[in-house]
């Protein structure tokens, strides 16, 4: 892992979507959702993705410039449709998603803003699993680790949406990373998929297995855990619990943003997971992944 770390540009890769809940749509994607926050938390970002050249993707387009978000990496594509996700809660707000197959996101090319921005001095890497599901997409993620891997930081927020997912991804993306950002519900799927049989803790397996600089597991009301590389205390923190759970869309792109933010600004490791915490239990109390007031990122700007 890079030894300083300013606070950004963060290059960002992965898919944004249109997410269709019963109700309403709105904008998604765990690395949009991830990018958006550091966007308003004062943290520049490098935003790679792809949309159609359909009504969705011109909307996309659309809404991101009239937000103020940068879309100078956000391909077009006039062959697929731009990438859509079904989302549906149960009672506790807890949500099920179903992401459509072949979308434009699957064939992210490595163009000339790609190449440029490699050139770029950039602290930090953020990808996931998704986004890797088609082979062009993931070479073109392959050739920016090539280029630019060795001089930033990696942090992977693994997302595990089912059935999108290989042992091979997995195993190649965890030797990529720095930094992990796992649930408990992942850590076991994980621990299924690699057959992993040590009994030292999948998140001190995976840390010391593919020399991970830490590991931070969400637990959801558990609240979260955060394990170093050569530290044999690990950090715990309790949940922090909303004023009202709307639904949990989104919380764990929001905790991993905060993850982000925070390691960037050299927080202490136990203060990294509190204020994670606490963002990713705010998220909770309004419905979907964004908030719908930018009041709401005021305390937590990083330019101030």
């Not at 103020?68 to 099920?96: A, C, R, W, Y």
């Not at 991804?169 to 930094?179: A, E, K, P, T, Y």
């Not at 203060?271 to 419905?287: D, N, V, W, Y």
């Amino acid at each position: 892992m890079r030894q300083y770390s300013p606070l950004g540009p963060v290059l960002v890769f992965g898919e944004v979507l249109i997410d269709k809940f019963p109700d309403r749509t709105c904008l998604g994607g765990a690395p949009f959702n991830y990018a958006y926050h550091l966007h308003h938390m004062g943290i520049p970002v490098r935003f790679i993705s792809r949309v159609g050249g359909d009504d969705a993707g011109k909307e996309i387009r659309e809404r991101l410039q009239e937000i103020g978000f940068p879309i100078e990496g956000v391909q077009m594509d006039i062959i697929h449709s731009t990438g859509q996700m079904e989302v549906n809660l149960d009672d506790k707000g807890v949500p099920e998603f179903k992401i459509l197959a072949d979308r434009a996101f699957d064939y992210i090319e490595y163009d000339p803003t790609i190449e440029a921005w490699t050139r770029e001095d950039i602290p930090l890497i953020y990808f996931g699993t998704l986004a890797q599901r088609h082979s062009i997409s993931a070479a073109t993620l392959g050739k920016i680790f090539e280029t630019l891997g060795s001089r930033s930081t990696v942090m992977m927020d693994i997302n595990l949406r089912y059935p999108f997912y290989t042992p091979e991804v997995i195993r190649n993306s965890l030797q990529q990373c720095d930094i992990l950002k796992i649930n408990s519900e992942e850590l076991v799927s994980v621990k299924n998929v690699l057959n992993i049989t040590s009994t030292n803790g999948l998140a001190r397996h995976l840390l010391d297995t593919y020399k991970v600089g830490f590991v931070s597991v969400t637990k959801g009301d558990q609240g979260s855990e955060l394990y170093e590389a050569g530290n044999r205390v690990s950090y715990h923190c309790s949940a922090w619990p909303p004023e009202e759970i709307v639904d949990t869309v989104g919380s764990g792109d929001a905790y991993s943003a905060m993850l982000t933010a925070g390691y960037l600004a050299r927080l202490p490791k136990q203060t990294l997971i509190e204020k994670a915490t606490e963002f990713a239990s705010k998220i909770c109390e309004f419905p979907g992944a964004l908030p719908p007031d930018l009041d709401f990122y005021k305390p937590y700007r990083f330019d101030k």
